[in-house]
């Protein structure tokens, strides 16, 4: 599928593909291009551009605000609460002790929920970190939640959630973390909000943002999956570079850092596959 069925359309949407993944790390593969392709077009249209080209070289050279806007189009943000929640549980009841053991007391627990999208994920773990008060003994959590897109993060400081992001939520759950906000909406209460702090980020300049912290929890579920497979293994590094001594990277359930070769050792916490600093 091309711009207008001719090889040099291929080549713009190609040079496109590749501009965005330069960018943000997330990459179309040949058979996914269609798609990209797709999106391109109808904001093309919108700013009436005739060519790719066109539309490239304003990507490229032109306003960034654009940029961010294309990216916010083509991202995936497929999230809700409690996703993948036996990972949240083993970090908490066997991760924690782990990390404890090799630290001593930690006065503050960092997270980092990378690629928060819409904020379901950093909340899920504040609402079950709050079932943990034993396990994490004179811990304060802070979890800092950071994604590329400024609209999703605007959703998850609003922190206002319809049934899509509660269908894994027992209604018990629903009463206890939230209060009814109209309709079919339901606002996150206010102690599962302290404590998670919402930034503009992005993982492919991960070095560029909160200098130098280092956390001891990472969760990077469903990010990497979208990733061409350089910046996937330079992101992992980059991930592994900002862990605590001892601390546990998590990726999604059908995510693997595999066999890159990437400073990362596999780590089994409970039923659930972790990553700790191999160094
Ligand atoms: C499919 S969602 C996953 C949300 C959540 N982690 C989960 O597992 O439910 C992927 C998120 O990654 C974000 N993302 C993609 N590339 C990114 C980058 N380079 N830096 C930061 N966030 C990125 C997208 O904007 C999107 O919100």
Do not use: W
Not at 134 to 152: F, H, P, R, T
Not at 230 to 238: E, F, K, V
Not at 244 to 255: A, C, P, R, V
Request: hydrophobic share 35%; charged share 25%; glycine share 10%.
């Amino acid at each position: 599928m091309t711009d207008s069925g001719n090889p040099a359309g291929d080549e713009d949407l190609a040079l496109l593909d590749e501009l965005i993944c330069e960018r943000t790390g997330i990459s179309f593969p040949e058979q996914r291009r269609y798609l990209l392709h797709a999106r391109l077009q109808s904001r093309m249209s919108e700013l009436r551009l005739a060519t790719l080209r066109d539309y490239y070289l304003a990507l490229r050279f032109g306003d960034p605000a654009e940029f961010d806007y294309l990216v916010s189009k083509i991202r995936n943000g497929e999230t809700y609460f409690q996703r993948e929640s036996g990972q949240v549980a083993a970090v908490f009841e066997e991760g924690l002790a782990r990390i404890k053991a090799k630290l001593g007391p930690i006065p503050e627990l960092r997270v980092l929920s990378m690629g928060c999208a819409s904020g379901e994920e950093p909340y899920s773990i504040a609402m079950y970190a709050s079932s943990c008060r034993q396990e994490l003994g004179q811990s304060k959590l802070q979890i800092d939640a950071c994604d590329i897109d400024s609209g999703a993060l605007a959703r998850a400081r609003q922190g206002i959630y319809g049934k899509a992001s509660l269908r894994s939520v027992s209604q018990a759950c629903v009463a206890r973390h939230f209060e009814p906000a109209g309709g079919e909406r339901f606002s996150v209460r206010a102690p599962y909000r302290e404590g998670v702090r919402f930034y503009r980020g992005n993982l492919h300049e991960l070095q560029k943002f909160v200098p130098g912290k280092r956390y001891h929890v990472i969760f990077c579920r469903n990010v990497l999956i979208y990733f061409s497979p350089g910046a996937r293994r330079d992101a992992l590094r980059s991930l592994g570079e900002r862990l605590e001594d001892g601390g546990l990277l998590l990726l999604g359930m059908t995510e693997s850092a595999g066999h890159h070769r990437v400073g990362l050792r596999r780590v089994k916490i409970g039923d659930c596959l972790a990553y700790e600093r191999a160094d």
